[in-house]
């Protein structure tokens, strides 16, 4: 979870990703930031997040993203 | 069948009446034959192309469909003797057969779409390389007719198709649901590209007689005549004026077309959508906003989220995700962050992503070189604001403006003069016409031709600019008020006077200042041609 703080907090620092859960309802990250967060991600983890699974409700919090990642980890 | 003719407000009355006569079980089928009528008035040779789209994207989804179940099933029986991965690999082994199914009804549908809207531009194209090359032979352009709506339906239907093979929602086993999906007759001429799952919950439903919903539907298809034939109709021989005659119409003339086509684009765009949505609320079907005040954007990238919303969702979800996710983009995303560094790869997605949906963009709006370069000035000028992200962070850290009024309207003025620039290519004849234009306001000072009479040479008098200029005061203010809710219920809470003056007032204005009055013609929406 550390980890992908780290990426989001990168990208946004003016966020607080711990608290925030509306990142996608709110606008505070676009179509640009979730490509480029998909890119950190795969290159960190080596997870491949498909593009079905853009949806906001896998990415409206860090909690969300990292369950998602998870569950991506699980089924490979 | 302009919504603007006679034919087709008889069209809709009849529709009404049956509509809400015959048992509610059936109105969906009336709206079907309904639907099929109008298109029918475009052509009956037409009827085809939407049936082939329609019956392909049928068998494709239910062929996509039977094989998820029998995946399903067969994991289902032999849970306990298949191993981990086994089950994986027989996934993948079926979701591939899936993906043969939809590849095979993208190719069939974006074909059709191609061969009808870009062939005569490529033999176009080969031409002018035969005649680059000092070759005699000419390809002869095909006389195909674009069949009305095609953009629109072919899109719908083929992310209607993306869905059901990422298993969003159940395919709909009803042929006749589907094929009314695909042509509903208010959105054929000019969108919104509406989803399945948002469409079909209203679609197909009993509807009965909502006096209050009604209202509102007429109400808002009155807001659109409004928009479409008192300001759209009433600059539009201006604008021709300008654009059609560059060799007479440049410096300031050029400004002025490029903010009047601005007003004419939205007025007529937005008013089509209005009338789109107006005619669904009246009978029963939700059509979903495809505006939300763009011109009120602080930039592009805001701008693109609030115009046209339903194509540019439609392009992110369909286009712009799955390739700048897709396997080869991360590797060579990973490659490039390996080779080049951090800064290129992670830049690498997003940017020939972002191309490439421009690119499409532009296409998809005319199959012309203007449209090309329009899509790709469109991502120049979003790329290089998202590149100079961190300085907008750094002026605000130091200067503490952001949010204030004075700059934010600095920060609109500024999105809708950038808009309107790349919008000449839409106007002028050609790449380098439109260019030759944009530097004539920069070189050429003849102001003063517009104060000594210029403006009144451009086709429209001076009661048309009085009429534009209410006409835009009230279309500023309607989007003011509509910040903070629904226009119509705010009227709604008036007294029963207030309302009848503000409607009756509306009506009365499209009466006497709009295509019907002093001689103009109700044009063809601009949007009608994709």
Redesign the interface.
């Known amino acids: 979870m550390e980890e992908l703080l780290a990426i989001l907090e990168e990208l946004h620092p003016e966020v607080d990703f711990r608290t925030c859960c509306t990142l996608v309802e709110d606008k505070i990250i676009d179509s640009f930031d979730i490509v480029s967060l998909i890119s950190e991600i795969h290159s960190e983890f080596d997870v491949a997040i498909p593009a079905e699974e853009i949806i906001p409700e896998n990415f409206n919090s860090a909690a969300a993203l990292y369950r998602l990642i998870q569950r991506l980890e699980e089924e490979d | 069948m302009l919504f603007t003719s006679y034919e087709f407000l008889g069209f809709l009355f009849l529709l009404f009446l049956l509509y809400y006569i015959i048992p509610k079980r059936y109105q969906w089928i009336c709206l079907l034959c309904a639907s099929y009528l109008f298109y029918a008035f475009s052509g009956i040779k037409y009827l085809g192309y939407i049936v082939s789209t329609t019956c392909s994207t049928y068998l494709v989804c239910y062929k996509m469909e039977k094989i998820g179940e029998e995946q399903k099933n067969y994991i289902r029986l032999n849970k306990e003797r298949l191993t981990r991965e086994e089950k994986k690999s027989y996934k993948i082994y079926m979701k591939k057969k899936q993906w043969n199914w939809l590849l095979f009804g993208l190719i069939f549908n974006f074909s059709i779409l191609a061969v009808c809207k870009y062939v005569n531009f490529s033999i176009s194209n080969i031409n002018n390389v035969l005649q680059l090359i000092k070759s005699n032979s000419r390809l002869p352009f095909l006389s195909i007719a674009l069949p009305l709506g095609i953009s629109y339906y072919t899109f719908q239907m083929m992310g209607y198709a993306i869905d059901i093979y990422?298993?969003?929602y159940p395919a709909e086993r009803n042929l006749g649901k589907l094929a009314l999906f695909a042509s509903f007759f208010p959105q054929l001429m000019q969108g919104p590209i509406s989803r399945f799952d948002d469409l079909s919950k209203t679609m197909f439903s009993a509807h009965s007689f909502d006096r209050k919903r009604i209202f509102f539907g007429l109400q808002r298809i009155l807001w659109g005549f409004f928009k479409k034939l008192v300001i759209a109709d009433r600059i539009l021989p201006a604008v021709t004026t300008i654009t059609h005659n560059p060799e007479n119409y440049q410096g300031v003339y050029v400004f002025i077309g490029m903010l009047f086509y601005a007003l004419e684009l939205y007025a007529d765009f937005t008013g089509g959508i209005d009338m789109v949505i107006g005619i669904g609320e009246v009978l029963g079907v939700q059509v979903k906003e495809n505006f939300n005040r763009p011109y009120f954007s602080k930039s592009i990238?805001e701008y693109w989220?609030r115009w046209h919303i339903s194509l540019g969702a439609w392009f992110?979800?369909y286009i712009?995700?799955?390739v700048?996710?897709?396997?080869p983009m991360?590797k060579l995303?990973?490659f490039s962050?390996n080779h080049f560094g951090e800064a290129i790869?992670?830049r690498?997605?997003?940017y020939l992503?972002?191309i490439l949906v421009w690119l499409i963009t532009g296409i998809w709006h005319g199959a012309a070189w203007n449209f090309v370069v329009w899509g790709l000035m469109n991502c120049l000028v979003l790329l290089i604001s998202?590149e100079l992200q961190p300085c907008y962070?750094w002026f605000h850290r130091k200067f503490h403006l952001e949010g204030k009024w004075g700059f934010r309207l600095f920060q609109v003025v500024r999105t809708v003069l950038l808009m309107s620039s790349i919008r000449m290519f839409d106007c002028y004849r050609d790449v380098s016409t439109t260019f030759r234009m944009f530097f004539s306001m920069l070189t050429k000072y003849n102001f003063m031709e517009l104060l000594n009479g210029g403006m009144l040479k451009l086709g429209i008098s001076a009661i048309d600019y009085g009429i534009l200029f209410i006409g835009m005061i009230i279309l500023i203010g309607v989007s003011f008020i509509g910040r903070s809710g629904s226009v119509r219920e705010k009227i709604a809470k008036k007294p029963i006077i207030v309302q009848f003056l503000i409607w009756y007032g509306l009506f009365l204005a499209v009466l006497l200042f709009g295509a019907y009055g002093e001689g103009y013609d109700a044009s063809q929406f601009i949007y009608n041609q994709f």
């Open positions: 990422r298993g969003k990238k989220n992110t979800e712009f995700y799955p700048s996710v897709c396997q991360l995303s990973k962050r790869g992670k690498i997605p997003v992503a972002t998202q962070r």
